[in-house]
């Protein structure tokens, strides 16, 4: 078996974890930022409680919070009970949702939302075990946030802030990414929450690593709790000799820098965490055709196609898309695309008349898309293949109110 780490990585003395809650919640309580779920947390958590840290949570899933506050309060003021929601169709849930990314999550609220009214009386589990087990689309992270602020279970949470907070806290070197260094991480995590005030101590770990142990530039000086932090007291020795001696791996240590990846002075605590390189995301190229025609009040009008159910922006709307394969030539590129909506409109379509327009770059988390944008005028409307997916025009101001993807609109 692996030797245990070193104390220097735990929270093992009580009086220093005590001490550490303390700083830790008067900090909070001075400096926390004004949101709008944690003034739903405090003025009305029996009507709204379902919707408090559930929706909140799972929008700021690799959403920034400046993002997220809009998309809440539309969502709160368009769905203000979870028997609301459940009643909502999967197009509105898009419709609000578009432009957040990662779509599949608001389906999953939804789905979930159905089987609360459906299957569990309307009633919100409420214990970080029972949310993960009933709650499709709830992980061990969101399922602690919502046990913990709306229901007071006293249980840890271990998101990317609170990852860099525990990393730089107990000098944690290893790759923060792998599976047996976030399990200590949460059992650190639950050695840590503050048992009167779980919900409170939850939000203030993750509030410390948003808006002072940030990724880069952290607020040294302005952390509460920077008397407990090992990383700070691994820059302030300066001597490279007594560093070695005492920050260096020992024997097996799983939570200590490989000793292939030395302590680089100039970084200073944003030496932690440590994260394994990322692979390079996919590149993908898509020919994209903006059909376009004369509505009847005279504006121009668009097509746009909803994409299946599932996979990447799953049941979003889109203008006609064909995924190419690598390395086309700009021509073959445009007799593919002729050769798709012609193939989807029933009736010729010339290459020739497919007018390119540009390229608009877009990063999805794994996939680096190129999509290769042309133009097609149409006189009158155009008969689809029945088989083919849902289609509909749309002028300008509908197409923004549609579920459409921010990569759309850089489109159009």
């Known amino acids: 078996?692996?030797?245990?780490?070193?104390?220097?990585?735990?929270?093992?003395?009580?009086?220093?974890?005590?001490?550490?809650?303390?700083?830790?919640?008067?900090?909070?309580?001075?400096?926390?930022?004004?949101?709008?779920?944690?003034?739903?947390?405090?003025?009305?958590?029996?009507?709204?409680?379902?919707?408090?840290?559930?929706?909140?949570?799972?929008?700021?899933?690799?959403?920034?919070?400046?993002?997220?506050?809009?998309?809440?309060?539309?969502?709160?003021?368009?769905?203000p009970t979870l028997q609301a929601l459940a009643q909502a169709s999967l197009e509105e849930v898009n419709e609000l949702w578009a432009g957040l990314g990662y779509y599949s999550r608001g389906k999953r609220l939804q789905e979930a939302a159905r089987?609360?009214?459906?299957?569990?009386?309307?009633?919100?589990?409420?214990?970080?075990e029972d949310l993960q087990k009933l709650l499709p689309g709830v992980g061990r992270y969101t399922a602690g946030a919502i046990a913990s602020i709306s229901y007071g279970q006293a249980t840890g949470v271990v998101d990317g802030n609170v990852i860099r907070v525990l990393c730089r806290l107990r000098c944690i070197g290893a790759d923060s990414s792998s599976p047996a260094v976030i399990d200590r991480l949460w059992d650190m995590a639950n050695v840590l929450v503050d048992r009167s005030r779980p919900g409170d101590f939850n939000q203030a770990l993750m509030e410390l690593g948003a808006t002072v142990c940030v990724p880069k530039a952290p607020l040294c000086g302005e952390c509460p709790v920077?008397?407990?932090?090992?990383?700070?007291?691994?820059?302030?020795?300066?001597?490279?000799?007594?560093?070695?001696?005492?920050?260096?791996?020992?024997?097996?240590?799983?939570?200590?820098?490989?000793?292939?990846?030395?302590?680089?002075?100039?970084?200073?605590?944003?030496?932690?965490?440590?994260?394994?390189?990322?692979?390079?995301?996919?590149?993908?190229?898509?020919?994209?055709?903006?059909?376009?025609?004369?509505?009847?009040?005279?504006?121009?009008?668009?097509?746009?196609?909803?994409?299946?159910?599932?996979?990447?922006?799953?049941?979003?709307?889109e203008f006609p898309s064909l995924l190419?394969?690598?390395?086309?030539?700009?021509k073959k590129e445009r007799e593919a695309?002729?050769?798709?909506?012609?193939?989807?409109?029933?009736?010729?379509?010339?290459a020739k008349g497919l007018r390119f327009i540009g390229e608009v770059i877009h990063i999805f988390s794994h996939i680096h898309q190129t999509y290769v944008v042309y133009s097609l005028p149409l006189d009158g409307d155009v008969t689809l293949d029945p088989a083919s997916s849902p289609s509909r025009w749309v002028t300008e101001e509908e197409f923004h109110a549609s579920a459409v993807s921010t990569a759309m609109k850089k489109v159009l």
């Open 324 to 330: 190419l394969a690598q390395g086309l030539q700009e």
């Open 226 to 317: 920077k008397q407990h932090c090992q990383a700070r007291r691994r820059v302030s020795l300066g001597s490279a000799a007594i560093v070695t001696l005492v920050f260096a791996g020992v024997g097996d240590c799983s939570l200590c820098p490989p000793a292939t990846e030395p302590w680089d002075s100039s970084l200073g605590v944003t030496n932690f965490p440590r994260k394994a390189a990322k692979k390079p995301p996919q590149a993908m190229r898509t020919a994209t055709c903006v059909l376009e025609r004369t509505g009847c009040h005279g504006a121009p009008e668009y097509l746009i196609v909803q994409r299946p159910s599932s996979g990447l922006l799953a049941g979003l709307w």
């Open 115 to 128: 089987k609360v009214v459906s299957e569990l009386a309307g009633q919100m589990p409420r214990t970080a």
């Open 1 to 79: 078996a692996p030797a245990p780490p070193p104390a220097r990585h735990l929270f093992s003395d009580r009086a220093e974890v005590e001490a550490l809650r303390g700083n830790l919640l008067a900090w909070y309580d001075r400096c926390k930022r004004d949101l709008p779920w944690r003034a739903l947390v405090r003025g009305d958590i029996g009507r709204q409680g379902w919707g408090i840290m559930w929706v909140s949570e799972i929008m700021l899933q690799q959403t920034q919070v400046a993002t997220v506050i809009d998309y809440y309060n539309r969502w709160m003021e368009k769905w």
């Open 337 to 350: 695309l002729a050769d798709h909506l012609q193939a989807w409109m029933g009736r010729p379509v010339a």
